[in-house]
C-alpha cells in the first residue's frame, strides 16, 4: 500500500508499506479521507535530523473510513463501519484511558503519524478503542475534519463555555480557527476573526464572522475594544502558537473574561498583574479532545445540518501530497484533505 513520509526540509515522498494485518485487539480501516493539520507543518518544514525516525513513519493524524478487517477479540466496530479515528493510544487502563482521553494517559500515550503510522496511506492499523463512530450523514471529509481540527476547535470552545451571550475574538484562521469561528457563529456568538492572509478572512466571512481583522495592518486589541465599546471580547481563542498572537489574544479580553490557548509550540509572555490578575481573566488551556466529545461533535453537526463542507477548500490525492503541502502552507486555503475514490 502507499504511505506518505516527511523526509526533512520540504520534502516528502510516497512510499510502498506492507498491508498491516490486525492483531487480536486492532482494526484495519480502508481510508476514504484524512485531514492536513496545521502541526503537521512542523515535521513538513523540519530537518531530517530533527525529524529522526519519523522519516520513516507514515503522516496523517485526521483518519477518516471503513473497517476493512478486525482482530478476533474485537467487540467494539464491525466490518463496513463507517469510523472516525481518535488518533492517540494508551494504556486502556489508567483513569485517563478509561475516560476517552488516551493522549493523557498516564503511563504514556503514542501519537499516530508521529509514533506510529498515521492515515496518510491506504490503509490503516489502529486500536479498536480509537474507533469513533460517524453518523451516516456525515461525508468522510467532514469526518476528516473533526478528527482533529473541527474537534479541536469545538472541545476549546465548550471549555469558553460559549454562548450567544458573547462577542468572541478568534486569533488564527487556519483550520482550528475556521473551525472555531463556524461553530462560534453556530452556537450564537459574535465572532471577530482575526488573521493577516486575505484568503482566510474572507472564509471566515463566508463561515459566519461577524467582523475580520488583519493584525498586519490594525492593531487588533485596539481594533476589538472599538468594536466591543471599549470593553474587548468576552472571550478569546488562540490558534496560531504564536507568541505576538497568544499575547494579543488575552489583552484583547474584557475584564472577568475567558481566554484559550489551542495553538501549539513556541512561547509567551504575560505581565501576570495587568493582563491576567487585575482584570479577573480565566486563562484556559485546551489539547484537542475525546472520543466521546469527537462522537457528539458527529452528532452535533448532523442533528443541526451544519454544512461543514463549506470548510474544505481543495482536496487531492496522494500522489499529489508535495502540491498539498506546498498550497497549504502559502495559508490561501481553507481546510486541505487527501480522498480516495
Known sequence: MRGVVFSGDRELSVEEFPQPEPGPRQVVIRMEAAGLCGSDLRPYR??????????????????CGTVEEVGAQVRKVKVGDRIMVHHYSGCGHCQHCQAGWTQLCANGSKV???????????????????????????????????????????????????????????????????????????????????DPISERRRLAEGLGAWQTIDPSHTDPVEAIKELTQGQGADASLDATGIAEARANAVRSTRIWGRACLVGEGGDVTFEPSPDIIHRQLTLIGSWTFSTGILEELGNFIVQRQLPLSDLITHRFSLEHAEEAFKLFESGATGKVVFTWP
Open 112 to 194: 499516530y503519524g508521529s509514533h506510529a503510522h498515521g492515515g496518510f496511506a491506504d490503509r490503516e492499523l489502529v486500536e479498536d478503542y480509537m474507533c469513533v463512530p460517524m453518523p451516516d450523514e456525515l461525508s468522510f471529509e467532514e469526518g476528516a475534519a473533526c478528527s482533529c481540527g473541527t474537534g479541536t476547535a469545538y472541545q476549546a470552545l465548550k471549555r469558553l463555555g460559549i454562548s450567544g451571550l458573547d462577542t468572541l475574538a478568534v486569533f488564527g484562521q487556519g483550520p482550528v480557527g475556521l473551525s472555531a469561528t463556524f461553530l462560534g457563529a453556530v452556537m450564537g456568538a459574535r465572532i471577530i476573526a482575526v
Open 46 to 63: 523540519s530537518s531530517p535530523e530533527a525529524l529522526g525516525p519519523r522519516t520513516s513513519v507514515i503522516a496523517g493524524h485526521e483518519p
